[in-house]
């Protein structure tokens, strides 16, 4: 079996949820699946002006190096966060969009899934606080970086008690929404 | 002004908060009182049996590296986590102890403190869950690393809505257990 390993990161407004959404990630891969995650975030000025970034590195061989820097996956919640951070994203990587709120996007990229996240959120759950949750089934459909199982066992370990159904049919809603684009 | 940079581990056992007090500690450098901050979990075998540790940097210049290799500050909040990292803490380097569940650690280490924080914590909160805020006050009071301000208002805008007042306490109380060992 070759090597499997995967530089992701999520970002998007604060307040999106963007960090929690690393950590449910990098436990999915860690706990539930067993293999090897780091969960990075880097405040810079851009802390300062309200976007927010987090970075995770799946790998079933060492990580030496928890630094991002050649993505496999981007994941974009809003049109400043893409303007920043597309760039660091490999020509063959698999760029997710939330479609209602990024527009352009350089051609050069081919793997796109476009998907208006928070419109759906707040029509399925009345709640645009899932949003992370919708990107994180998202993310597993578009690149089987953790199993289904190791999601659904990650988020209902991280998201506050009460809410784990919810959260549960979110991360099931991003599934889905991928697979029908696949 | 010379440079500052400090290379902070945070551990302890899975449910003690760690990767939430690192996020705020970084916060509180990066929005609050604006230098570069990065955050890091990095998940191996030991997340699987419940230890858990987190990593900030905090400089007033670039961070390209964030892995944390050559500690300033450690806090060792169990005797696992004490034997499992302490070998990476510089030797002039700073070492926060939880004292009722630490033993021994090596006597080339001259910097020091050790606090009952889960005892304190639940003496003063009657409550654990408040044991890494009281360790983010000795880390602000031990270092300098962060502003008081800055690390109020980060805890603040982390902490659950209606807990904001118990963990300013928390963390002006760890502040306050430091500086009576000074």
Redesign the interface.
């Known amino acids: 079996m070759g090597k499997k390993r995967y530089e992701i990161r999520l970002s998007g407004s604060g307040g999106q949820g963007m960090?929690l959404g690393g950590?449910i990630l990098?436990?999915a891969?860690?706990?539930h699946d067993?293999i090897?995650?780091?969960?990075?975030?880097?405040?810079?000025p851009e802390?300062?002006v309200g976007a927010s970034k987090s970075e995770v590195i799946i790998s079933d061989g060492e990580?030496?190096?928890?630094?991002t820097s050649d993505l496999d996956v981007l994941l974009c919640l809003t049109q400043k966060a893409a303007q920043e951070y597309i760039d660091d994203l490999k020509e063959d990587g698999i760029l997710i969009i939330d479609s209602y709120y990024v527009g352009n996007v350089p051609s050069k990229y081919k793997n796109i899934y476009k998907i208006p996240f928070s419109q759906i959120a707040n029509k399925e759950f009345n709640t645009t606080l899932v949003v992370n949750i919708i990107a994180l089934g998202a993310i597993c459909a578009a690149t089987g970086c953790v199993s289904e199982k190791a999601l659904f066992e990650a988020v209902k370990a991280r998201v506050p008690k009460g809410t784990q159904e919810i959260n549960e049919k979110a991360a099931r809603l991003g599934i889905k929404l991928v697979k029908e684009q696949k």
């Open positions: 960090i950590v990098a436990e891969a860690a706990i067993g090897n995650a780091t969960q990075t975030q880097s405040y810079g802390a300062r990580i030496l190096f928890p630094k």
